[in-house]
């Protein structure tokens, strides 16, 4: 709708007589009609007057339900519609009844343990669209469901897609049984980091605690409840209390669970989070007393973070963790205590003991049997492929750990939807290869647990690094996963673009085509680290030997290298990443296409999928080009024209940027801007993003390069953080 609105001005502005050039008009650009009003399945429709709604049951879980399916069914229905608390009496055409009643399971026909079921039975010239659930709990997440069943699309905690139908349409066919793979389920939003959500659950106000009722809301409608994150020590805690208490008071009123992220150790600390213990030989009375002031809040879990690079003495973590599960349960018997499993494949994390050569995250094991494990794994690496970071060649370890101690304590899985830090969101990069990842690992640890007779995962917690960018895209389908983990990931992708009406089968295919691109180009042929970025703390990590993220071929190694070395590189590497932008246009392409057609409902979503195709090919191009222009310098000749191509390309990329911040859902200063915040980072996490320094940085490196033989060294390079 922008694109047309802006393409129709140029035109009436030349037929008025504005100046105009006088070159030939580019040709129109493909334009396909995308209605967010049609259903590609079948619907029967119900005139408003026929159709009866009820939501039975007095649990207080389920009183916002029904105000909000009033609201949503009214909205999509186009008028006002009552849902009523009692059973219903059948009298009119069409019934929606959700129930965890007698009446309603036998209605179903057939027995259920967990989950819910969402049925429709025709008889006697009348239509009943039942959702049965056993609990309030999990009827709530059907209610939701059938929502989505419906048309609706609770895409993201500040903005959803309701499409205007203008009656009640109701599938013909749906007969769906769905039960969550685990019992905890949700996210940690990562307020170490300067994401969004860093002032909505860190910083005090009216309008941050809004926006917290809206990310529980969402978590709920999501089929989701639970919600952790780090506190930072940097925050005051006498004037943040009541903020938190707020939010623990709402999560608990609409049945979602909130965690607390302390660390164990300051001497592993590296970011602003609150510690136990900073000194060793007093960590007995530092240790209580720093959980009692914790647990002055109501939280429901608390999960131990261990640091990154380095750690204590392994007897003594034992100990502390020990202690520290013994502490809280004692005083609250139903409080769980987890700890994080992190990685690192580095020489000081592998610790003797007990005669033994064991990983330093999994030490835990040797703990209090009551203590939880909670196995990290990071960015769009996945626990079954051949391929990791932090200096790990596979994250298998991870998942070896992870199943040999579901047996005998509680576990929960905790890996990334983000990185962030020169990764991804902030470069920016659009990868959906995040999904693909997710995906395999719900849908193999589902089967394996299965197979192998385990008990289940206790829990399934996303590390979220932020929403913009289609980034809320793997959190919003992971929750999907998490209640039908044996789906094939297609049916994720088609649940979503659904959304798009008319054109939900073309958009079904652009989206399932791209993330096979990104999983055959920046996965299977590793180009992942090429399209990604670099700040002076990441350059910094590769010379300590700490490799944050995997590393690219450094523009120097290539001018370094021998003529045979050059033409291997290229054929590999940079040929590769040409290609992979080469194969993006017209998925791109298409996209655009339907995005020109799109109706108002629909403009928002599909722009930043177009943008996001869009921001990934080009970073692709500009790679290819930088490494062109150094291969020209290493075989004798010019490469700056290649260099300023690049920057060019670079200017393309800012018009993305920009259409895209006109459209993030918080405001530019907080995410894109320096605004002072307690956390190490003094920016947004979009900044760099913003400033696009980490394209800028690369022309910088290849440029001096050029023109002086040797690598700028890092410390006069921008460093990306400020």
Known sequence: MRRRAAALLAVLGCAAGAACSSSPAAPPQPVVACDSTVSVAPTDTFALADVEVTLEGTDPLLAPVRVDLASYLGAMWGGPVAVAATPPDVARRATLWLSSSPAAAAALGTTIGDGYAIKRIDTGGKTTLLVYAGTAADLVSGAYALLEELGAR??????????????????????????PMAKRRGLQPHTLHPIEYLATFMEPGADNLADAKRFVDWLVKTGQNLVQWPLLATVDWASWKPHAQAILDYAHSRGVRVGAVPQVWGGAA??????????????????SAALDHLMELPWDFVELALGEFTGADPQQIIDWLSYATDYLVTKDPAIEVDVQNHVGNYPQLWVQYQGQRTFYYHLPQYSDARLGQSVHTLSLFDVYREWATYAHPDFHLQHDYLLKELPTRRVSYFPESAYWISADIDVPAFLPEHLHARWLDIHGLSAEIADRGLPPLGGHVTFTSGHEWGYWLTDYLVAKM?????????????????????????????LSSYVKLQTSYLFDHRLLSYVQGENSTVDEGYLAGLETHPRRLAFEQVAAMGADERAGFEATIVQALESFAAESQPIEDAVAARCRGADAALAPWCDELWDGIAIVRLRAQHAALLYRAVLAYAGGGDGMPLVDRAARVTDQAAQVVARREAQYRFDLDRVAGNPKNPTIYGFGYLRPAHTQCYWRRREEQVAFLLQNGVAEGILSLPNCQD
């Not at 039908?484 to 073309?506: I, K, Q, R």
């Open 154 to 179: 609770f895409f993201h905690p500040k903005q959803e897609l309701v499409p205007a139908l203008g009656a009640p349409r109701l599938p013909q066919a749906i007969d769906v049984w769905r039960r």
């Open 270 to 287: 590296l970011q602003n989070n609150v510690v136990l213990v900073t000194d060793a030989s007093k960590w007995r009375a530092q240790m």
């Open 482 to 510: 998490l209640w039908e983990p044996g789906a094939p990931l297609d049916h994720f992708l088609a649940h979503y673009a659904a959304a798009y009406g008319s054109c939900e089968n073309d958009v079904t295919a652009a």
